[in-house]
């Protein structure tokens, strides 16, 4: 936990609560599932444009009328949301890790403690928005340029490299996790839940 920020935010009025930050629940989790849902369903579509004579048996069955163009609409606009969200996610995670109180006797399943967990999941976080974002680019120039006219507007490189973004993404999920269930990093609400207790009365 970081004592100057912390005396910072005492010095605004603000105090910290039974989650150790400044509001009920940490926010920084929830994002991570729109980011991370989001471009997945973008890589998925744009699979699902790429081989759409396989897939249109199965939105005939479910009555959606749907067209290779569509496909690519939905692809495009997840993963360019996911981008957007995505630097709210790391902005939130590094303001909540700074706040962070882990417990020191205990290594995750990884074998690794808390301290070299937020490291990694930090440093990784940065990297998977950068690698986010390029993905985002290069779509974006496929989609209005360089493959505008092509029936196939996503390019098979691009198809893989986001089938590896998404193995990364388990990786690095997987370490979030271990803060949150592990760690005990910002869970004590929740926990509080799972009791039967109520957080809010405790942070009364």
């Known amino acids: 936990m970081n004592p100057t920020l912390i005396d910072q935010l005492k010095q605004l009025g603000i105090e910290l609560g ?36 396989l897939d249109h048996p199965i939105f005939k069955f479910l009555v959606i009328p749907t067209t290779r163009e569509n496909l690519y609409d939905v692809a ?8 957007v969200i995505s630097f709210f996610t790391v902005l939130f995670g590094f303001f909540e890790i700074l706040l962070a109180n882990p ?24 990297l998977l928005l950068i690698m986010m974002a390029a ?27 986001g089938v590896f973004i998404m193995g990364y993404m388990f990786i690095h999920g997987t370490l979030g ?4 269930a592990e760690f005990g990093i910002h869970s004590t609400a929740a926990n509080l839940i799972q009791q039967g207790q109520n957080p809010n009365q405790i942070l009364n």
């Open 18 to 53: 039974v989650n150790g930050l400044p509001y009920r629940f940490p926010v920084h989790p929830n994002l991570v599932h729109l980011s991370l849902g989001l471009f997945i369903i973008g890589i998925i579509f744009d699979f699902l444009g790429t081989f759409f004579k």
């Open 103 to 126: 417990a020191t006797n205990v290594k995750s399943s990884w074998g690794l403690e808390a301290g070299p967990t937020m490291l990694l999941h930090g440093i990784g976080g940065v």
């Open 177 to 180: 996790a271990q803060l949150g």
């Open 135 to 161: 993905m985002t680019v290069w779509r974006g120039f496929q989609r209005y340029s360089w493959r505008k006219n092509n029936i196939h507007q996503a390019k098979w490189s691009y198809l893989l490299i």
């Open 76 to 83: 495009w606009y997840n993963v360019l949301a996911s981008t």
